[in-house]
Antibody, heavy 119, light 112 residues
């Protein structure tokens, strides 16, 4: 059974950093496109980042240069390093698997981890 | 401001048919990129409802269907049920944003 479990969220001051984790089971992260999506309170979904099978990362304009996606094959875990956090980064962060060759269809999701950026 | 535009809300009575629109542009839906739809119940993660414009994952009832034309797409729900009350999101890919996926702002469906 495919399962994704996010962790690492919390309350952080503006300018701070957090590393979000997404532990996967039932499949291998390195053989799937893996995505981060966030949802600010009361708002819609916002695509954040994807890492391809070959390890190539891509980012939304709103986070490029501040966020870094990576994966640890030995731990079968996806990460999102978030730096220089701003109030507008406050959101629930979800990791998800992307169906190959669909340019975006996300078929399995984690439960999300909340990041609150506030002083 | 989302790249894809959805109505903030729609409503319908049980048993009725409703549609939710998703309007894009020549750099995303109009560039022949696929549209995907998600259902999000309150307090839960989104669930893939439709992928590749009109394909349903296993387990999704055939009351849900998708279509696409020019720079827009639509999600249709027939035989509306109380359990369909949720937020619905569309998604596509955009040529202009560096290999980016884009979402609509979401539509709240109320079953009257």
């Amino acid at each position: 059974e495919v399962q994704l479990v996010e962790s690492g969220g919390g309350l952080i001051q503006p300018g701070g950093s957090l590393r979000l984790s997404c532990a996967a089971s039932g499949f291998t992260v390195s053989t799937n496109y893996m995505t981060w999506v966030r949802q600010a309170p009361g708002k819609g979904l916002e695509w954040v980042s994807v890492i391809y099978i070959d390890g190539s990362p891509y980012y939304a304009d709103s986070v490029r240069g501040r966020f870094t996606v990576s994966r640890d094959i030995s731990k079968n875990t996806l990460y999102l390093q978030t730096n220089s956090l701003r109030a507008e980064d406050t959101a629930v962060y979800y990791c998800a698997t992307e169906i190959a060759a669909t340019k975006g269809a996300l078929d399995f999701w984690g439960q999300g981890t909340m990041v609150t950026v506030s002083s | 401001q989302s790249v894809l535009t959805q109505p903030p809300s729609v409503s319908g009575a049980p048993g009725q048919r409703i549609t939710i629109s998703c309007t894009g542009s020549s750099s995303n839906i109009g560039a022949d990129h696929d549209v995907h739809w998600y259902q999000q119940l309150p307090g839960t993660a989104p669930r893939l409802l439709i992928y590749g414009n009109n394909n349903r994952p296993s387990g999704v009832p055939d009351r849900f269907s998708g279509s696409k034309s020019a720079t827009s797409a639509s999600l249709a729900i027939t035989g509306l049920q109380a359990e369909d009350e949720a937020e619905y999101h569309c998604q596509s890919y955009d040529n202009n944003l560096g290999d980016s996926r884009v979402f609509g702002g979401g539509t709240k469906l109320t079953v009257l």
